[in-house]
């Protein structure tokens, strides 16, 4: 059984190894421009090659937005984003907010003290299915989170037999870890699960875990760092809907003010196009606002992210783009968890309406989600 209480602490507290654990309190960064504009629902999806900056004499609309986490490098794009002008070209001016932990975005939202949140995995669909007002209104990343593995020692998931593994409290993780030993013949009685809390790396660097939930990307890098090369055993290979990094509105700001939601939107999806087509670029913007982090390992986290802001629909349908299978998936995945007494229609979830027109799809070109992520990484 776990070994922890089971709080609706999301995986992604993991991020607080690349941010130091520096700023663990609700924050304030410099405003980043949110909008209402006339223009917002007309797209360019070359907005990517070429600065926004300098070129905007709109008004702009002040936005509270919270983002998913403390600063790390998952947000260069929001960061890299306001400061070339991408917000503020669609009349947005977004105040960045930072979180004290994974699930105070939706509750910030809900609360009436953000217009829009950045949240984590399950979180939303939970609120939704208590019966909270929330949409989610763009999918902005699409985690592959799994259980880490050292590469050299283990080899198949059978072989995790007797293990202990360190997997975050969550309803999304919980349940995954034990779909993935199910489909492998295994059982939660097979293992021994603990809470690692806010460090995943140290755990296995000390040997004291044989494996983590974990990505692809971020703790791979800090592990690769230390000599350790690692595989994942993805939990969407094996059974469990992806991960996501929501955009979440309130269903008032949805049908009262689309527009508003139309060009915060589009200043997400040109913020993203620019920073995963200048990536070294956009790094250095976000390292001149956060030069307490490490500089190296913004930058190859950010590249190792890129592929994942893409999905198999993306090329077609544009970043941001929400799967409603993969969401009713998370619906039903809450519901078998006990988070949510039933399932409800996707609808009552999702809304793909607001997205940029025409999509910008040229960032996910060539099948870019199939990219292995560490390929991405520059010395």
């Given at each position: 059984?776990?070994?922890?209480?089971?709080?609706?602490?999301?995986?992604?507290?993991?991020?607080?190894?690349?941010?130091?654990?520096?700023?663990?309190?609700?924050?304030?960064?410099?405003?980043?421009?949110?909008?209402?504009?006339?223009?917002?629902?007309?797209?360019?999806?070359?907005?990517?090659?070429?600065?926004?900056?300098?070129?905007?004499?709109?008004?702009?609309?002040?936005?509270?937005?919270?983002?998913?986490?403390?600063?790390?490098?998952?947000?260069?794009?929001?960061?890299?984003?306001?400061?070339?002008?991408?917000?503020?070209?669609?009349?947005?001016?977004?105040?960045?907010?930072?979180?004290?932990?994974?699930?105070?975005?939706?509750?910030?939202?809900?609360?009436?003290?953000?217009?829009?949140?950045?949240?984590?995995?399950?979180?939303?669909?939970?609120?939704?299915?208590?019966?909270?007002?929330?949409?989610?209104?763009?999918?902005?990343?699409?985690?592959?989170?799994?259980?880490?593995?050292?590469?050299?020692?283990?080899?198949?998931?059978?072989?995790?037999?007797?293990?202990?593994?360190?997997?975050?409290?969550?309803t999304y993780n919980e349940t995954c870890a034990v779909r993935l030993l199910e489909k492998h013949g295994l059982s939660e009685d097979d293992v021994k699960f603990v809470d690692p809390a806010f460090n995943l790396v140290a755990p296995m660097l000390a040997g004291k875990v044989q494996g983590v939930n974990g990505s692809q990307y971020e703790q791979a890098i800090a592990l690769?760092?230390?000599?350790?090369?690692?595989?994942?055993?993805?939990?969407?290979?094996?059974?469990?809907?992806?991960?996501?990094?929501?955009?979440?509105?309130?269903?008032?700001?949805?049908?009262?003010?689309?527009?508003?939601?139309?060009?915060?939107?589009?200043?997400?999806?040109?913020?993203?196009?620019?920073?995963?087509?200048?990536?070294?670029?956009?790094?250095?913007?976000?390292?001149?606002?956060?030069?307490?982090?490490?500089?190296?390992?913004?930058?190859?986290?950010?590249?190792?992210?890129?592929?994942?802001?893409?999905?198999?629909?993306?090329?077609?349908?544009?970043?941001?783009?929400?799967?409603?299978?993969?969401?009713?998936?998370?619906?039903?995945?809450?519901?078998?968890?006990?988070?949510?007494?039933?399932?409800?229609?996707?609808?009552?979830?999702?809304?793909?309406?607001?997205?940029?027109?025409?999509?910008?799809?040229?960032?996910?070109?060539?099948?870019?989600?199939?990219?292995?992520?560490?390929?991405?990484?520059?010395?």
């Amino acid at each position: 059984m776990f070994e922890f209480n089971k709080t609706e602490r999301e995986e992604y507290m993991r991020r607080s190894w690349f941010s130091k654990g520096r700023f663990g309190i609700v924050g304030l960064l410099m405003g980043l421009a949110l909008v209402l504009s006339a223009c917002g629902s007309s797209g360019d999806s070359d907005s990517g090659d070429e600065t926004a900056s300098g070129g905007s004499s709109q008004e702009t609309q002040d936005v509270k937005f919270m983002l998913e986490w403390a600063p790390n490098a998952s947000q260069v794009w929001a960061i890299a984003g306001k400061e070339q002008g991408y917000f503020e070209k669609n009349g947005i001016d977004p105040e960045f907010l930072f979180p004290d932990d994974s699930t105070s975005p939706t509750k910030v939202l809900l609360a009436g003290k953000a217009d829009f949140a950045l949240q984590l995995s399950t979180a939303p669909a939970i609120a939704r299915g208590e019966g909270e007002d929330v949409k989610v209104v763009g999918t902005v990343e699409a985690l592959d989170v799994g259980i880490m593995v050292p590469k050299d020692e283990i080899s198949t998931v059978q072989e995790l037999n007797g293990a202990t593994l360190g997997v975050g409290a969550s309803t999304y993780n919980e349940t995954c870890a034990v779909r993935l030993l199910e489909k492998h013949g295994l059982s939660e009685d097979d293992v021994k699960f603990v809470d690692p809390a806010f460090n995943l790396v140290a755990p296995m660097l000390a040997g004291k875990v044989q494996g983590v939930n974990g990505s692809q990307y971020e703790q791979a890098i800090a592990l690769s760092k230390e000599g350790l090369e690692t595989k994942v055993f993805s939990y969407s290979d094996n059974g469990c809907p992806i991960d996501p990094i929501q955009v979440v509105a309130t269903t008032e700001m949805v049908e009262d003010n689309p527009e508003l939601v139309k060009s915060l939107l589009k200043g997400i999806g040109e913020s993203l196009q620019y920073a995963m087509d200048n990536p070294e670029e956009a790094t250095e913007i976000f390292g001149d606002a956060y030069p307490e982090l490490d500089p190296k390992s913004d930058l190859a986290q950010w590249q190792a992210s890129v592929p994942t802001f893409c999905t198999a629909q993306s090329e077609a349908k544009g970043l941001l783009y929400s799967d409603p299978k993969e969401y009713e998936g998370l619906i039903e995945l809450s519901q078998e968890a006990g988070a949510i007494d039933e399932v409800y229609p996707v609808d009552e979830l999702v809304d793909n309406s607001l997205l940029p027109d025409p999509p910008i799809t040229q960032p996910c070109a060539n099948d870019r989600y199939k990219v292995d992520p560490m390929s991405q990484i520059t010395e």
